[in-house]
């Protein structure tokens, strides 16, 4: 037995040292070739995922070589292992430094390369010195190298490439002979920016530069002609000459085989068309950008869908463009589906009175296709081109007549669904077409179908005999509709009762009933409340609002809002032109698009917007939140998608001031009796109770703060039918934004939410958007929207602008507007006296600014009670020659910012005002509000 256990141990006495063994002894051999072959199979088992790091110091030995390949590999191995040895690292420094400094380019370039891919922080500091050498070297392909090694220091340490001046190195080598230096040099900048847009204040891209730039387009790669071209689109031109100019030197890339460089080059055209006021000139671009664009389709069906979705944004701004080619975008029987679907979308949009005809035709036979969605989208086209070109109505309608008459359950549904929207736009002149509609309603079961001939049915009730029969059918299985029918049910028997009342009252008494009593939906309960409480009170109020007159639907429902539209097309070939959303929308951290600002000589720099100072404290601690960036087309940058807001319920205690509650409409007024004489489970509890105080509501002699009259800031054309006004106050020491939401539809809204984008003061709403819902048609609903300045900063321009997006059941809708910049004036902003003198001596001369104001027939004390009111208070006021008063005040901002006066009045004269202040740009809007106050 004994015997038997001992044989065993062979198996573990071997003299096989095993593989890494047998590398380490190749790797310190004698032999160059061995040497080699060892370091090859080394990243052979490195790249199969086996762990050779036990190797580090073997394969670090093998650097100091003059063998370009054995190099090359080491520098690889060194990539893939410095981060887990971090230590042994730094023993390969001295041995960089050296080969940066090797008379071979493709070493320097090498050793440069490799050190700025080792992402270790102790090295980087070993980095700098070598980097420098190699940006200003003799041979371009090193000069290209080091130029994208400081994008990748800056990802591993910003500050340092910023302290080392590597940034302002960079925007020299804007201007290098070497074409690929130059395009190596625009993409490294561009990563930066991305990542640290306060980095435009040290790249200055000016019209040399731009010219530079513009003759490297024709001779580098087509990854170096997209980076150049994509910081073009964030060079604002001084003028349209140089828009032109530049437009004609661009023009060529259009004739380019690769698609992204053709993509790239329309994307600066169509921002630069928009700069340019001749017409010929945009006229002549627009006919060279057709070919281009419609040779894209020739392409595999990725890169057509790809195309066809940015020309759809090229479409919607500029149809003219391809007005022409139209028979591009017809369907070929082998595309895919989403490429089908494009090319409809687009084949609507250019569809006009010159090519309804082939459209048309094309558009019936896409409808007997075997792919049931397409069928679908071929259908409602149909009915798109009726409402958009108004002479091919009649015929648009005749091919609908002709496809419900295959019987073809979807097609059938789907044109009932589009005719319900051409009566919308054409009332009285197809009605006739009513009867054989009829006979299909058997053949409905899609809700919207089924909602779309409930509407027909009521809208047209006297014209159809046994429009009650028909309505009562439906009613039979009311409980089992869709909500969208039943709602749709109850207007139309309503509509029906208003018409045929001696007929009727039976039938409307149980669909009233069954909304109010039986039903636990909350819309359409609330809409049957208000039916019985009309019909029951006022019939003929009742008739005035049922049947009023509908407002003509428009002809583009889907086109995107223009200021996003501006936005996306800034963005052509890139991911947000295929989402049809702002890259704000899907990116984490992205910023917007840039404007590279253009250096101008002193006498410009003088008439130049405000800009808010570098040493502006208050904007350079926001870096985290999102630093202060000047944008594309005038600063229309779009908020995020609100459709995902989801803000919780407010409470009653919660609700903000509603100043015009006494103000409502009579139709409001009867809703109210209705909520009044019913237990519904509000009750008086969901009234806002007035914050404000008695002074506020009685003292009058009490000078009161300004509060500019509302105005509308977004209108019902814009907004489908949902019209804005707002104003700004400030009350209690907080700001308010005071809202009217008027609905100018025939439907209901509620669902209403509101996001504030980035904006200089850091505004945003302190709560949810508060409206009693729904909004009727008609009726105006007001409300308070409090807000705080604890939001994200982004200095805009104008400095007050904010961008905001509303949000109802209907849609997303995007304004701006401009805050007074009184509302933004804190209460603390008295200063002591005896820091007043101090602090106007340290702020420089030039930091003051002197304006003369409207006449004003105030006298001084009563200038004096309106600025206190406003929170522009006095700190010191004394006599000056000439009988005049001098009144000194003092004004802060909600974040910090101090703004100084001095006030001259003098009798019979107009008063003059100096501002002084360490932030310049904030004076023109300290300078406004202070005109507003006096003047009311």
């Known amino acids: ?38 370091v090859k199979k080394v990243i052979a088992s490195m790249t199969v995922g086996k762990d050779v790091s036990a190797l580090f110091t073997d394969v670090t030995m093998c650097m100091q070589t003059d063998n370009l390949e054995l190099k090359k590999l080491v520098y690889l191995y060194l990539i893939n292992y410095a981060k887990t040895q971090p230590d042994l690292a730094i023993l390969a420094v001295n041995t960089f430094v050296k080969d940066c400094e090797d008379p071979n380019p493709l070493i320097r370039a090498l050793a440069v390369r490799t050190m700025g891919c080792i992402r270790v922080e102790k090295i980087t500091e070993y980095l700098c010195e070598p980097l420098r050498k190699c940006l200003k070297d003799e041979d371009p392909y090193v000069r290209k190298t080091a130029a994208v090694c400081v994008a990748k220091l800056h990802d591993i340490s910003a500050a340092r490439v910023e302290d080392q001046g590597f940034l302002e190195t960079l925007g020299e080598l804007l201007c290098d002979s070497n074409p690929m230096v130059v395009a190596n040099a625009v993409a490294a900048i561009s990563e930066i920016l991305d990542t640290n847009p306060n980095a435009a204040k040290q790249v200055n891209v000016d019209t040399p530069t731009v010219n530079k730039l513009l003759t490297a387009l024709n001779e580098c790669t087509e990854w170096g002609q997209i980076f150049i071209l994509d910081s073009l689109n964030n060079y604002s031109p001084r003028d349209e000459k140089e828009c032109i100019s530049i437009c004609e030197r661009i023009t060529p890339r259009l004739a380019h085989a690769n698609a992204a460089v053709v993509l790239s080059a329309v994307k600066v055209l169509m921002k630069l068309m928009d700069q340019i006021a001749n017409t010929e000139f945009v006229q002549m671009l627009q006919k060279k950008l057709a070919p281009p664009l419609v040779t894209l389709l020739s392409a595999e069906a990725e890169i057509q869908y790809v195309a066809l979705r940015n020309i759809n944004l090229v479409v919607q701004k500029r149809p003219d463009i391809l007005k022409h080619e139209i028979k591009a975008f017809f369907v070929k029987y082998n595309d895919p589906i989403y490429v089908k679907l494009e090319k409809l979308d687009i084949m609507i949009r250019l569809a006009a009175q010159s090519n309804i005809a082939q459209v048309l035709a094309e558009l019936k036979e896409y409808a007997t296709e075997v792919d049931v969605d397409f069928v679908r989208k071929a259908v409602r086209a149909i009915g798109r081109c009726a409402i958009k070109v108004e002479p091919s109505a009649e015929k648009c309608v005749t091919t609908l007549l002709e496809l419900i008459q295959t019987k073809v359950n979807y097609v059938v549904q789907e044109a009932i669904v589009v005719i319900k929207d051409i009566f919308r736009k054409y009332p009285n002149k197809y009605e006739t077409i009513i009867s054989t509609l009829c006979e299909n309603l058997d053949s409905l079961d899609e809700p919207e ?44 028997i309503v509509k029906l009762f208003l018409k045929k009342p001696q007929e009727t009252q039976e039938l409307v008494q149980k669909v009233l009933s069954l909304a109010t009593q039986d039903s636990d939906n909350p819309d359409l309960r609330d809409r049957g409340y208000i039916y019985w409480r009309l019909l029951s009170t006022d019939p003929a109020a009742a008739k005035e609002v049922v049947l009023a007159e509908k407002p003509l639907i428009s002809e583009e429902t889907d086109l995107i809002e223009p200021t996003l539209l501006d936005e996306l097309i800034c963005h052509i070939s890139s991911l947000a032109s295929v989402y049809h959303k702002p890259p704000s929308a899907f990116v984490e951290g992205r910023v917007p698009v840039r404007k590279i600002q253009v250096n101008r000589n002193a006498e410009g720099a003088a008439e130049a917007d405000h800009h808010i100072e570098e040493d502006d404290r208050t904007y350079n601690e926001v870096e985290e939140t999102g630093a202060p960036q000047e944008e594309v087309g005038g600063g229309d940058l779009l908020i995020g998608d609100l459709l995902s807001l989801d803000y919780p319920a407010p409470t009653p205690a919660a609700q903000p001031v509603n100043n015009n509650a006494n103000q409502q409409q009579p139709v409001a007024d009867l809703l109210g009796d209705i909520f009044g004489g019913m237990d519904l489970g509000g009750g008086a509890a969901a009234v806002a109770a007035p914050t404000s105080s008695p002074m506020d509501l009685f003292s009058l002699s009490a000078p009161t703060n300004y509060v500019a009259p509302q105005q509308v800031v977004l209108p019902a054309a814009r907004a489908k039918g949902l019209e804005v006004s707002a104003t700004f106050a400030r009350r209690n020491k907080g700001i308010f934004m005071d809202l009217t939401l008027a609905n100018k539809t025939m439907m209901g809204m509620s669902g209403f939410a509101v996001q504030f984008n980035k904006n200089s003061f850091g505004l945003a709403p302190g709560a949810p958007l508060s409206v009693n819902c729904p909004v009727l048609p008609n009726v105006s609903a007001p409300t308070s929207l409090p807000i705080v300045t604890t939001g994200p900063v982004m200095k805009m321009d104008p400095l007050l602008k904010v961008q905001i997006a509303i949000k109802n059941d209907i849609d997303v809708f995007y304004f701006e507007c401009v805050v007074p910049a009184y509302v933004l004036f804190v209460e603390e902003g008295s200063m002591e006296r005896n820091l007043f003198p101090q602090m106007w001596r340290e702020i420089p001369d030039e930091k003051e600014k002197q304006f003369s104001l409207p006449f004003t027939n105030k006298t001084q004390e009563q200038v004096e009670q309106s600025l206190t009111a406003n929170n522009v208070f006095v700190v010191a006021t004394r006599q000056g020659g000439d009988g005049e008063h001098l009144i000194y005040t003092s004004v802060k901002f909600t974040n910090g910012i101090w703004v100084l006066g001095e006030l001259r009045l003098a009798a019979g004269a107009a008063p003059s005002l100096a501002l002084k202040t360490q932030t310049v740009a904030a004076i023109p809007e300290v300078h406004s509000a202070i005109c507003t106050i006096l003047a009311n």
């Open 1 to 38: 037995m004994m015997t038997g256990k001992m044989s065993d141990s062979k198996y573990f006495n071997t003299q096989k040292k095993g593989e890494i063994y047998e590398l380490k002894a190749e790797l310190n051999s004698d032999k160059k070739e061995k040497k080699k072959e060892a």
């Open 449 to 492: 179908a089924r909602a779309a001939m409930i509407w027909i049915v009521g809208e047209y009730a006297e014209r159809i005999d046994n429009a009650d029969e028909i309505l009562q059918s439906f009613l039979d299985g009311f409980h089992d509709e869709n909500t969208q029918v039943q709602l749709q049910l109850l207007t139309a």
